[in-house]
């Protein structure tokens, strides 16, 4: 009876056992960061807040410079900041350095003017303002100085009021620039067939 209790496992040493597998899995292969804060540091890149803090500071500095400079330092800002002010500079990165982006919802997007220019390239088409131009070409006869003498309505009394009187202040407004810049450049032309 001694040999088949020496080969067999009770439960509680199985369950020991295991645990003990399982910890030094997890101790070799899935090592806890709060440990090693300085290596995983190193291998992750800078931190977004030390780079964005350093770009404030510094606006003329690449970005991609100050995340290799951080990274080399072990993410040391006053190190990087002592570096720049003592007019060393930063190095650059080599090629092989692929610097991690921060994630785009930390830092909200500026808006780009270029997609509504794209959308409407003038103040005529953005304020549907060609049928009043064709309108005006037509009716030659009618001067600026007449359009001033009729009476204009300061204020109107209700909200939608209002707001017509402004946006037909606003359209009159852009058909003056544009009546302005066509006679300016009239003018050019009639200056340069002078001249040649």
Do not use: C
Not at 14 to 24: A, E, K, M, N, R
Not at 136 to 151: G, L, V, Y
């Amino acid at each position: 009876m001694s040999d088949t209790e020496q080969q067999t496992l009770n439960l509680p040493s199985l369950i020991i056992v295991v645990i003990i597998v399982g910890l030094s899995i997890r101790y070799f292969f899935f090592s806890p960061s709060s440990n090693n804060t300085g290596s995983s540091n190193r291998g992750r890149g800078a931190d977004p807040a030390h780079v964005d803090q350093i770009q404030q500071m510094f606006p003329q500095l690449n970005r991609r410079d100050i995340q290799w400079d951080l990274q080399r330092n072990g993410g040391s800002v006053q190190a990087t900041t002592e570096r720049v002010l003592g007019g060393r500079g930063l190095e650059r990165p080599p090629p092989s350095f692929q610097p991690i982006e921060p994630p785009s919802s930390s830092t909200p997007p500026r808006p780009a003017p270029s997609p509504r220019k794209s959308s409407h390239p003038d103040l005529i088409t953005r304020y549907n303002l060609a049928g009043r131009i064709s309108a005006a070409s037509q009716s030659e006869d009618e001067t600026p100085e007449e359009e001033t003498s009729k009476p204009q309505v300061l204020w109107g009394q209700s909200k939608a009021e209002r707001q017509e009187l402004l946006q037909r202040r606003r359209e009159d407004m852009v058909l003056t620039a544009r009546r302005k810049m066509e006679e300016r450049e009239r003018q050019r032309e009639k200056g340069k067939g002078k001249e040649v």
